[in-house]
Every structure is written in C-alpha cells, then in structure tokens.
C-alpha cells in the first residue's frame, strides 16, 4: 500500500480511471454523536507511574539517611534532627515527620491502589499468566511476575514500618533506631523490606522508561538493554548499602540491648556520649519499642 | 553442518482436533536435520513421510504471509523463519494461544485480526468522497518509509500470544492493534484527531492496559518496533486524558 504510495508521488499519473493498483480501504465520515470515553483511565494511569517514581526517588534519598550511620552515631542522629526542623526551629518537632510520613502513606497506599488494577483478578487470570511465564521464558515477562510478588509482600511490610514511623517519629535515632531493630525484633521484617523495596523499585524504574519511552540514544534496543544492566546495578547497590547499614544498626542494639530504651545523645566529635568514657548522661527511659 | 552425520531430530507436537473431538496430546515425530532446514521443511516431511493428517497453516514460506506462527521450544515465532540448527535436537511445537483452534499447529488467526480491524476502525477515514480514479496526494518518502515501517506488520499473531496482559485480559487490543493505530495516526489521509483515537485505546483495554512486558517486541518475527510505538501511543493519549 504505501509502496504504491511512493511510487504515485514520482511516476505519471496513471490513465484517467484507471483504479489503482491496491485500493485503500476508505470511509465515508459521517457525524455520528458519540460518547465520550472518559479520561480518567489515562489520568490513573499517569498517577500510577508518578507515584512509583516518586516512591523510588523516596527510597534512594531514604536509603542514603539511614545509611548515615555507617559515617557515625552523630551523622545519622544529624540528619534525624534535621527532618525534625532542629535546625530551623528552636526545639526538634517530630511532628514534622510525622506529616512527611503520613504523605510518603498516602502516595504509597495510592500506588498500591492503582497497581492492583494489574493485579490477576482471579485464579483463571493468575494461572493463565503463570503458565505464560513459565512457558515463554521470557526477562521481562518474568520480571514484571517479581515485581509483582514484592508489590505483594510491601502491602504488609512498608505498611508496618511506617505506621511506626507516624506514630512515634521521635524514635529515630542511633539508640532508638538500633533498639528497634535488635531489642524490638524489626530486623526480620527490615531484611524482607529491604529486599522487596530496592528489587520492586529497580524494576519499577527500569519499566517507568520503557512504558513511556524514555530509551536515550538513537538505538532503542540497545537503551533497554543499559537500562536492565542499570536497573540490576540500582537493586544490588541499595540492597548491599541496607544490608551493611541494617548491620551496623544490629551491632549496635546487641550493644546497646541492656540499656534498650535510653535515648541518644550526641558527643560532638561522633562517640556517644552515654559510652564515652567518664561520661555521666542521665538517659531518658523510654517504654521498649516494638513499632516501626 | 559440519558433521558428516545429519542430527536426528524429534519434533513434539501438541496435536488436537476439536472438531473430530481428539483431545490435545504430545506426539513425537523423528526427522533428519538437513542443512538450512527449517521447521517448516520438517513439517513438511513429517506429513510427507509420516502423518498426512498433521495440520498447520503456510502460504508464502519466506516469512511474509504470518500464517506458520506457532510456538516453538514455548515462545511464538514463524516456522518458515525458523532454522533447526538453532534449537535442540528435542523440538516442541504448540500451537498459538489466544486464537480459536482449529487441528494441531492450525489456528484461526484471521477472525480475531479482522475483529481488532472492526474494533479499532483501522482503515483510512476521511471526510472528503474518494476518487479512486485521482492521482493520490504526494508524501514526503521520509513519512511513506515511516508508515510502511508499521504496515510491515503480517498478522502472524506471535505478539498476541506473547502478551503476558492479554493472557489475563483478553478484551486487551494487544500489540498489532496498537501498532495499527498508530500506523494510521502516522497517514496524512486520515483525518482522525489523537481525541478520535482516544476512544478507541483510551482505556485499561486499550493502550493503558499495555504493562510493558514487551514480550510482543522481542517475539515479533518482522522486527517491527513496538516498544516504541507503544510508549509514543500512551504519551499521546495521556495527552489527550489531561486536556
């Protein structure tokens, strides 16, 4: 057809009513009044992909605050005083974080809400794809079952940890951070999370730029596959940065697992002050922590 | 080849005829692997030689008309393009999901096509009475080259049954319906507005539904681009959901 096409912009034009070679199916339009599809299911699917990349851009810049322990005791009770407007205000207010919390909530139930229109809604669905799956061998078919699963599992496990988080957003911390995760038992569902979040966000990313065709360089194919490396570079980064950090927060609630409840005051020059040596820091009992 | 001895290989076919009520089963056949033998040269031999009741579906041999699309070792892809040097010595051929069986490795592929066709209206409209006597308006080569990248589609079905959305939703318009938009989006002798291609893929079957699998790209026998087009087609309608 569109051969023909080409060809009818350079050659004579052909004997008068003579039919071309290949008729073009046409139509006739006629006004017919229609209804008009609603836009809404564009509008929830541009939502669904605003609030994954702003839930993954949470998570890279979350990532990087709680690793701060790893510089010290003091780098990470900083930033959490930061979030809590030490520095602009005249006395820490956890409310503050609490309302950033109570927003990362939102956008994150908002997320789950949207993903689960792709959701299999029934067996006949759930096997069909899994059968599809198995069969076709295919990446990204088999990625998007992953990403699936851990959007799964982070119902239940970020839901977890933020709740404790807008419940009681005084309790970040060295001490308070590390007692929550040793001495409150969180360490096992901060493992999953760590996993489910830095995989389902890798993948998330990584399908954001192809659903909407952010392919950079003149070779598509060739952008996906940077893409998947960069993606599998994102996932093991993060995880082998939270791996280290959830670490470094175990060791030091098995330290600290006597005195769990004591909160944190900073030394200055990055050792705590409660074990600094002669040190006489009057510490703040708090009840044991099991939220968050 | 380079070995002297020609590879024996066994070709498992699911094989069924709905119509004389035999229920799906696997069949083994043994051929010898020629050189540059293709599945549809072994399944040519296998209904020679050995089982003339063996259905499936050819016309051109070379890859143009889409009617060999099985699914090979699991995945779709045209028996006449595919070369059994490529797989193991064990093959297994199904055939297509998705479309209505007709006997063994032959799928009616042509209903649904022209269902998607009648769906999406994929045909030029205009407002202006067709002359078919007139000489055709001139297009710029770089916009013909363009719009014949799309229309190289051949309806083989390999992207529908690759679609791991459409296995879930069957109502969803799949690759080559989308492809087809955006094909006559692409002509200048359509008169239709992207609003006017909002109503026929502005929903969760439509391009919304798509969830960017792209196991229709990577099937795809023409090598058509779909993952791009896909991608444009959302942006283009998102565009049209926020007016």
Request: hydrophobic content about 45%; aromatic content about 10%.
């Amino acid at each position: 057809m569109s051969r023909l096409l080409e060809r009818s912009a350079t050659l004579p034009p052909p004997i008068a009513r003579q039919a071309p070679e290949t008729p073009l199916a046409l139509t006739h339009v006629t006004a017919h009044p229609r209804l008009r599809r609603s836009r809404w299911p564009a509008r929830l699917d541009l939502l669904q992909s605003a609030s994954g990349l702003f839930l993954a851009l949470f998570l890279v810049a979350h990532m990087f605050f709680v690793s701060s322990i790893l510089i010290s005791q003091d780098a990470f009770y900083t930033v959490a005083r930061f979030f809590e407007g030490a520095y602009f205000l005249a006395t820490p207010q956890p409310w503050i974080v609490s309302c950033v919390v109570g927003g990362v909530l939102a956008v994150f139930v908002l997320h789950a809400w949207l993903a689960l229109r792709k959701f299999p809604a029934s067996f006949r669905q759930y096997q069909a794809f899994a059968e599809h799956r198995a069969r076709l061998r295919h990446d990204d078919t088999g990625l998007w079952w992953l990403q699936l699963w851990t959007g799964f599992a982070l119902f239940f496990l970020a839901s977890i940890h933020l709740y404790g988080m807008l419940v009681h957003p005084e309790l970040i911390g060295p001490y308070e951070s590390a007692d929550r995760v040793w001495t409150g038992s969180m360490w096992p569902l901060y493992l999953l999370l760590l996993f489910a979040a830095e995989i389902h966000g890798g993948i998330g990313l990584y399908r954001l730029a192809l659903k909407w065709g952010w392919l950079p360089g003149g070779n598509p194919d060739a952008a996906r596959r940077r893409l998947r490396r960069l993606k599998t570079a994102f996932s093991l980064f993060f995880i082998g940065l939270g791996l280290v950090s959830l670490l470094a927060y175990v060791r030091l609630g098995i330290a600290h697992a006597e005195r769990a409840g004591e909160r944190y005051a900073p030394s200055g020059d990055g050792t705590p002050a409660t074990l600094a040596e002669g040190a006489a820091v009057t510490p703040v009992v708090v009840p044991s922590r099991r939220g968050g | 080849m380079s070995t002297d001895t020609p590879r024996q290989l066994t070709l498992r076919i699911l094989r069924s005829s709905p119509g004389e009520g035999i229920a799906p089963h696997w069949q083994d056949f043994r051929v010898d692997e020629a050189e540059g033998m293709t599945l549809f040269i072994a399944l040519n031999e296998i209904r020679d030689t050995l089982d003339p009741s063996l259905q499936f579906d050819f016309v051109c041999r070379a890859g143009i008309c889409g009617s060999c699309g099985m699914l090979i070792d699991g995945r779709p892809g045209l028996a006449c393009r595919s070369l059994t040097r490529d797989f193991g010595p064990l093959i297994t051929l199904a055939p297509l999901p998705v479309f209505a069986l007709i006997g063994d490795l032959s799928v009616d592929t042509g209903s649904w096509m022209r269902g998607t066709a009648e769906r999406l209206e994929t045909w030029i409209h205009s407002q202006a009475e067709p002359d078919l006597t007139a000489v055709e308006a001139r297009m710029e080569p770089e916009l013909a080259e363009a719009i014949y990248e799309l229309d190289r589609c051949i309806e083989c079905g390999c992207c529908v049954a690759g679609c791991g959305t459409l296995r879930m939703r069957e109502d969803f318009v799949g690759a080559v319906g989308l492809n087809k938009i955006a094909r006559f989006r692409l002509d200048p002798r359509d008169e239709r507005s992207d609003e006017d291609y909002y109503e026929l893929i502005g929903d969760d079957s439509g391009v919304f539904g798509c969830m960017s699998l792209l196991g229709c790209h990577d099937v795809c026998p023409k090598g058509l681009p779909l993952q791009t087009q896909i991608a444009f087609l959302r942006r283009r309608m998102v565009a049209v959901g926020l007016k």
